[in-house]
């Protein structure tokens, strides 16, 4: 049975089972349960054991050791569904200590399974509110990464702390916007309507796209941050006519496409 078909109060109780035999074997020195849950079929179960071994490391300093070298090794585990767990379980860690598991992010871009590479997505973008300065850093290194499913991928990873905080990422997007592989312009259009509708965010990626030379990829982003002006309407700060007319008044008339 899934995580999720049992009752909210076996979901707890399954919870804490996780746990607990998580940490029997990190202090026995064995792998047995950690490996059988961090490759089950279920997505939920793998999350609970990443989660399990994130607070473990942040609540039992005791532990902290083991669980590194125990993610090291899963980190290199043929299975991609245990590698995929390990980069989870790297990002519940950087959300404090990012320095120590940013190599790892690394070497997963380069995995050769997308789950795993999406773990990396996943966890950045939790680190990324969390502990914004040093994964900010890591992706305005990673930008120029001659495969165009990292830089797409690492664009797709600060996309959550763009949606709070704009001004730290549209530097970084800008330093893609004539960027040759049109996968990633088109995850960035995306990325640029998604950190726009919320109060106080149109106004600056607005103002930072009036400094973009690439007046296509402008015209393609301003359509989608109305369609998405015009879908989140109940979650917008701006009505979809607001935000087209702060467009029209507040970005030179060659720059539009409405």
């Known amino acids: 049975m899934a995580f999720y078909d049992l009752p909210k109060a076996e979901r707890t109780k ?3 089972k996780i746990r607990q035999e998580i940490a029997s074997d990190l202090e026995a020195g064995k792998l ?5 849950y961090a490759s089950d ?8 054991a990443y989660l399990a071994l994130g607070k473990l490391y942040h609540e039992r300093q005791s532990l902290q050791d083991k669980i590194f070298s125990v993610l090291t090794k899963l980190f290199i585990d043929k299975d991609e569904k245990i590698r995929q767990t390990a ?3 790297f990002g519940e860690i950087g959300k404090m200590e990012a320095e120590k598991v940013l190599g790892f992010f ?6 050769e399974h997308r789950s795993v590479r999406n773990a990396v997505v996943g966890s950045l973008k939790q680190m990324g509110q969390a502990n914004p300065k040093p994964t ?10 001659p495969d165009p499913l990292v830089r797409q991928a690492i664009i797709h990873g600060i996309e959550l702390r763009g949606r709070t905080h704009p001004a730290d990422i549209l530097p970084l997007l800008a330093e893609l916007q004539n960027d040759p592989d049109s996968r990633v312009r088109k995850r ?4 640029l309507s998604q950190i726009s509708y919320k109060r106080g965010c149109l106004e600056k990626v607005v103002a930072e796209l009036k400094r973009w030379e690439n007046k296509k990829l402008v015209e393609r982003a301003i359509e989608e941050i109305l369609d998405v002006h015009k879908r989140y309407k109940n979650f917008s700060a701006k009505s979809y006519e607001e935000a087209k007319e702060y467009i029209k008044s507040h970005l030179q008339r060659n720059h539009l496409g409405i």
């Open 188 to 191: 960035l259009v995306h990325v």
């Open 136 to 145: 900010i850093k890591f992706a305005k290194k990673s930008l120029r990464h």
């Open 106 to 111: 690394e070497a997963a871009l380069n995995d």
């Open 14 to 16: 399954l919870a804490l």
């Open 87 to 89: 980069v989870y379980a």
């Open 32 to 36: 047995d349960n950690i490996k059988r």
């Open 41 to 48: 079929d279920d997505t939920y179960i793998r999350k609970n």
